[in-house]
Structure formats: C-alpha cells, structure tokens
C-alpha cells in the first residue's frame, strides 16, 4: 500500500469460504516479522525491525460473514503520517466467531496477510555484511554463508554471486549465483544467504569473494574468505575479515 506523506490508500483482502457452513470472521490487524531463517510470523509485541505500521490501519468492516461456499473482499484503509519516511510493516489476520483458534505468531499468519505500507518518494536502501564464511562438509561440499543486515528504511531483494579462485592465482575457478530464498527483507531486518559449492577440485587454499547487491544506484558490498580443501575434506574452515 503506497501513497504520498499525508495521503490514505484503500485495498482489500479477498476470504474465502471453503465450507458448506456459514462462518463470521473477525478481522483484526497486527505486528509482523519476517525473520532471518525466512519465517514470517505475527509477533505479541513490537518487532525488532521497529518499523511498525499498525497505527497506520484501519479495519473498514472488522466482522465478516461468509456464506457457504462464498467469497468477500475485506477493506482495509492505510493513512500515512506528513512526516512518514520509507517503509512500515503489519498484517491483517482473521478469527472465528464460533471458535477459539490457535493465537500463536505461527498460526495467526497462516490465516493472515503481510501489509507493507510506502510513503512514496521517500526513504533509502542501505545494507552490511556481517559475517561470511566458507565451510568444507564432512563429504567435501564448500557452504558459503552471508549474513547480512538491511540498514534503510526501504526493504531490499538482494542478489549475490560468488568467486571461488585459488590462493596466489586471479585464474576463476568456478562463479556461482546464489539462489536467494526470499523476494524481499523488511527495512530494519536481517538475512542469510547459504549455497553449496560441491565442485570436486585439488586440495589447497582458495578464496571466496562475494559480490552482494541490493539496489542498481547504489555500489554493491563485496567481501571475502579463505578456506582450504585438504585432501581428506577434514573440514577446514575460513571466515572473512571484519
């Protein structure tokens, strides 16, 4: 949902009724999370990412009645503060009328919406690498790990790629594109990145670079580690510089 500072945005969420019961819902609105294992949750209180948007909604029609069989659209209304920047964040769940259901963060997004609410125009992506690291497994596969923190107030889609060389030699032994497990990091929040590398190569010392991009204006981060292969794949670990 995106607007102007100052304006208000409408859209709705469509439920459906896969019964053959009559069912009222309860609409109600709150936090979300996406963690860093790529789980999203509705947490009891404020994330971490403290880019908050429940204050920003309004529930339009918070009680629904399905029909058997039936469908709905459940309005919902976002009014953005004149001094709001970049990007917030909170979810639409239902309840039942006639039941009790399971109010944990896990269960209440199964039967939920994410809402990302924008104040166009404003806001900036930024983000840092906090850790990289190279594993050799016990059957010689290398695990190139990134870990990573989104710094704006805009959510990011990284894109990473990785450069294996071996040590002392600019020769490129294998580029890779990592395959990136969400479509998107909420501004505030942080990631993991994990590719195997099981290409059979002489034992030795190589390095990883990772080139990693969040947005086309903006430089990418790029950092490195070494790791050795050793001729049993005993496990040798690297981790990148600070």
């Not at 990091?185 to 010392?205: F, I």
């Amino acid at each position: 949902m995106a607007s102007r500072p100052g304006g208000r945005r409408t859209e709705a969420v469509e439920v459906v009724n896969l019964t053959e019961d009559e069912i009222t819902l309860i609409a109600r609105t709150g936090e979300w999370l996406r963690t860093s294992s790529n789980t999203d949750l509705i947490p009891d209180s404020v994330p971490a990412h403290k880019r908050s948007g429940l204050n920003f909604l309004t529930l339009r029609q918070p009680e629904v009645v399905l029909p058997p069989n039936g469908r709905r659209r459940v309005p919902l209304l976002a009014s953005i503060p004149s001094n709001a920047t970049g990007e917030v964040y909170a979810a639409l769940y239902f309840d039942r009328r006639d039941r009790e259901l399971d109010q944990t963060p896990e269960a209440r997004i199964r039967r939920g919406a994410t809402v990302r609410i924008q104040a166009e125009g404003t806001g900036r992506r930024s983000a840092e690498l906090t850790a990289f690291e190279a594993n050799r497994d016990t059957k010689g596969a290398t695990i190139l790990t990134v870990q990573y923190r989104n710094t704006g107030d805009l959510s990011l889609t990284p894109e990473a790629v990785f450069i294996i060389r071996k040590e002392g030699s600019n020769e490129t032994v294998e580029s890779i594109r990592a395959k990136i497990p969400v479509s998107y990091v909420q501004a505030g929040g942080e990631g993991v990145l994990t590719q195997e590398w099981a290409k059979v190569v002489d034992p030795g010392k190589y390095t990883a670079e990772l080139t990693f991009r969040f947005d086309p204006k903006t430089p990418p981060l790029v950092k490195r580690t070494d790791f050795v292969v050793s001729a049993s794949y005993a496990g040798e670990t690297g981790k990148g510089p600070n």
